[in-house]
């Protein structure tokens, strides 16, 4: 399914509707799986205890083997495959927000797709564990998991305590931070995730600069400077990316025309939407449309089959 054009499948998962009902899920599966491309705004712990998975973050292919560790931060495109693993898989999914740890007394706090810190430690993207903390960690995880299906009993508090765990033996290794700089990143970091979560709910509205230094409580200039820190990208760069990835989905699920898709994603014309397609993919809106449709569809097909219980949030 990858296409030498690199381009992103379109999101399912952009408003966090994982954790509509709880701050923290936990998931642990033996099937064979696969997922689309997409992001959301909290974190998300993929674990492997048997078999192996493919996990692609931001373009990069990263392989698990069982006792390996893989943390995705807030708006980070990624996607996993367990389809190619030789033996019958078994990983665990961890999703939580940042809120749900400082809540129970931990610190924490995930720097937009670049970093995140644990108790003043930082947290790497993937860790691998030796055999003796593979069976600690596994040991974590399942109680986690029960913990989390007593439904009619389950304690948030116990399972922010497993977490806090899990994080220990995932930074154990790393040296401290500098605590100063953890705080001035921690504090900038909320409040351009605070901007991004609005852009996010409201790209199809005209948005002024000025409007997004008001919800950050910021000036242009540093609201201009926070976002070059802790993204790498200006807020109206977020913004686009953010059109853009709806105009896909549109071309893709819907009949409607390239003004209609403009209009409705906040472009003001069809030919600004165009130029901006233009920047991201060698080809133009109507040609992706034409030669991923019907493959996408297909794909969707697939992937509703093999992840019912994230497609329908209701569930958990």
């Known amino acids: 399914m990858n296409d030498p054009i690199g381009f992103e499948r379109p999101s399912l998962l952009s408003q966090g509707s994982l954790l509509s009902k709880s701050p923290v899920t936990i998931e642990i599966s033996e099937e064979y799986k696969s997922d689309i491309l997409h992001w959301h705004d909290y974190v998300q712990i993929w674990y492997v205890a048997e078999g192996s998975l493919c996990h692609t973050i931001d373009g990069k292919l990263y392989i698990q083997e069982p006792g390996s560790v893989v943390t995705v931060l807030p708006y980070t495109v990624h996607n996993i495959d367990t389809r190619d693993s030789k033996t019958a898989p078994r990983f665990a999914m961890i999703s939580f927000t940042d809120k749900f740890l400082t809540d129970n007394g931990y610190s924490f706090f ?16 993937l860790h691998t564990f030796d055999s003796e903390l593979k069976a600690v960690s596994d040991d974590i995880i399942n109680d986690m998991h029960r913990e989390f299906s007593n439904s009619s009993n389950m304690s948030y508090a116990k399972l922010s305590s497993l977490l806090a765990s899990l994080l220990l033996l995932l930074t154990s290794e ?15 970091a909320a409040d351009v995730t605070r901007v991004v ?13 000025d409007e997004l ?7 242009r200039r540093f ?21 853009i990835n709806h105009a896909r989905s549109s071309l893709l699920y819907s009949d409607l025309t390239l003004s209609e898709i403009a209009r409705n994603v906040g472009f003001t014309t069809k030919n600004r939407l165009a130029h901006e397609f233009s920047k991201r993919f ?7 449309r034409n030669r991923f449709r019907a493959e996408f569809l297909a794909y969707d097909e697939k992937f509703f089959e093999r992840w019912d219980w994230l497609a329908s949030p209701d569930k958990l």
């Open 282 to 288: 060698p080809i133009s809106p109507m040609e992706f």
């Open 197 to 209: 979560r609005y852009m996010s709910e409201h790209y199809s509205e005209k948005i002024t600069l």
């Open 223 to 243: 609201l201009t400077q926070s976002f070059r820190e802790i993204t790498g990208k200006t807020a109206f760069e977020i913004l686009t990316s953010i059109r």
């Open 110 to 125: 995930s720097y937009i797709k670049e970093y995140a810190q644990f108790e003043g430690k930082r947290l790497s993207l």
């Open 213 to 219: 230094c008001d919800i950050a409580h910021m000036s």
């Open 174 to 188: 790393n040296e401290s931070a500098d605590t100063s700089r953890l705080k001035y990143l921690s504090e900038r």
